[in-house]
């Protein structure tokens, strides 16, 4: 029961603030949809900034091109929040690490991080031994300048830290502890830097049921690079990570079945699912691969440690995460695929229909905006009964922005929220963010999924960054 939980948790895995009501009036369950912004969410927080600009007191420090997570590390019952990348407004190149108690009454409060400042990154709360405490895998890149340089290149600033929670205090303090690199078995990678790259390019989920949480990830495999046949080419990679006791973590090389690596991809995503109802988690990867073209790929879960890649053939999407989610109440999770096709220079938005017996249809939704730097979010807003999807996007046609689409059934969507597509002059939308993190938590306890919105951002931060709750 504990891992199921955690498996839940983690698959939803993250300001000027003024007080909006966002309320979609229109027929149907949208008319049911309100978010308020949260006024003033750090009361603690000063304000901090420089040349760049300020980011105002009370609110959450901004960051652009990054994920987040929210878990609940010190067993409140309250969801905190931990992100990090360079904020414009205190720094031009220096990384932060953002660390937000949730005080368990509405408000945030910024802690002394422990964890490194890493770009671009991918943090991903999970437990990874067992003990009923949250810990923290943060991969990406210690420089946010880091670029390929030949024989100058620095990949010691390719990270992939892991801190384990060593437990509450009498005071609540939490105490997290380093594992060296060296330890871990973990090979540090990326997954691409600036506009348009996935975030969820880590999934955790426990692939062969041993009661432990296993990793996978998918990336640049820079420091392969140099003894590759071809070193003018970038390494991509899909690595898939056996969690060992909850000790360390062992790279199955050759994870498919009769040997052989799973495709290498990056500026994408990667998932863990029960895609056909088995019992043993599947994976779903998407990116830019070895092919030049953009790639989508189904592995099937054999149930002995090794994986049999799907033998249908799927329009694949770089540039954006894709998920799995229920989206038509069958029992069989579906495909959600927005992105940058780039075999034809498109932008996408699509699902795949699970049909069972490991088959899918692709399904086109004429509401549906193709984007790129999609970041993508599940969760029943209005409590019909169907799971809405929260996704932040630049857009096919439209400036970037933030839709929230309302689940009408039958893989209809209700768009709700789109700053072009809003009944008050463009004052009761969500902020315009993409290339960032998307998440729909209930961060108050009250019931009712809350929107959490980071990145790239078009309207009220003059640098371009934000940051909303």
């Not at 007191?57 to 019952?77: K, V």
């Not at 100058?152 to 303090?173: E, M, P």
């Amino acid at each position: 029961m504990k891992n199921r939980l955690i498996k839940e948790i983690l698959l939803w895995g993250g300001i000027f603030c003024s007080h909006m009501l966002l309320q979609a009036q229109v027929a149907g369950d949208v008319a049911n949809v309100k978010f308020e912004e949260v006024e003033n969410p750090v009361p603690k927080q000063a304000a901090v900034g420089g040349n760049k600009g300020t980011n105002p007191a009370g609110c959450f420090y901004h960051a652009t091109y990054t994920g987040s997570a929210w878990g609940d590390y010190n067993n409140d019952g309250y969801l905190d929040l931990f992100y990090s990348d360079k904020n414009e407004h205190i720094h031009a190149s220096k990384i932060q690490s953002n660390f937000y108690k949730n005080n368990g009454d509405g408000t945030f409060t910024r802690l002394e991080s422990p964890f490194e400042g890493t770009a671009f990154s991918c943090p991903v709360w999970f437990d990874m031994n067992n003990d009923g405490l949250l810990d923290l895998l943060l991969p990406g890149l210690n420089d946010w300048n880091y670029a390929w340089l030949d024989g100058d290149t620095q990949f010691d600033q390719i990270k992939t830290h892991l801190y384990i929670n060593r437990g509450i205090a009498s005071d609540g303090t939490v105490t997290f502890e380093e594992i060296p690199e060296s330890e871990t078995g973990i090979l540090p990678i990326y997954n691409g830097k600036t506009g348009g790259k996935g975030h969820n390019w880590v999934s955790v989920g426990d692939y062969n049921n041993d009661g432990y949480v296993d990793i996978i990830m998918t990336g640049f495999d820079d420091c392969a690079r140099p003894d590759s046949e071809h070193p003018e080419d970038a390494v991509r990679v899909v690595f898939l990570y056996k969690n060992i006791n909850g000790e360390r973590f062992e790279l199955q090389s050759s994870p498919l079945k009769g040997g052989g690596a799973f495709h290498g991809e990056t500026d994408g995503s990667v998932c863990f699912s029960d895609l056909d109802g088995d019992g043993w988690l599947d994976i779903m990867s998407s990116g830019y691969g070895l092919s030049r073209n953009s790639e989508l790929h189904i592995y099937w879960n054999n149930g002995n440690g090794t994986f049999t890649e799907s033998d249908q053939t799927f329009l694949g999407v770089n540039d954006s995460s894709c998920g799995i989610c229920d989206l038509n109440n069958d029992g069989l999770p579906d495909l959600v695929v927005p992105g940058y096709y780039f075999n034809t220079k498109t932008k996408q938005f699509y699902f795949y229909k699970n049909l069972g017996d490991r088959k899918f249809e692709k399904v086109d939704v004429a509401i549906l905006e193709g984007i790129d730097g999609g970041q993508l979010s599940f969760g029943d807003v209005n409590q019909d009964g169907l799971t809405d999807i929260l996704v932040g996007g630049h857009g096919a046609e439209h400036e970037h922005t933030t839709w929230l689409y309302i689940n009408q059934g039958d893989f209809d969507f209700a768009v709700y929220g789109a700053h072009y597509d809003d009944p008050f002059g463009k004052k009761g939308h969500f902020n315009r963010i993409t290339h960032g993190s998307h998440h729909l938590i209930d961060y108050d306890n009250d019931g009712f999924l809350d929107a959490w919105l980071m990145g790239w951002s078009n309207g009220e931060c003059s640098n371009g960054c934000e940051a909303k709750l």
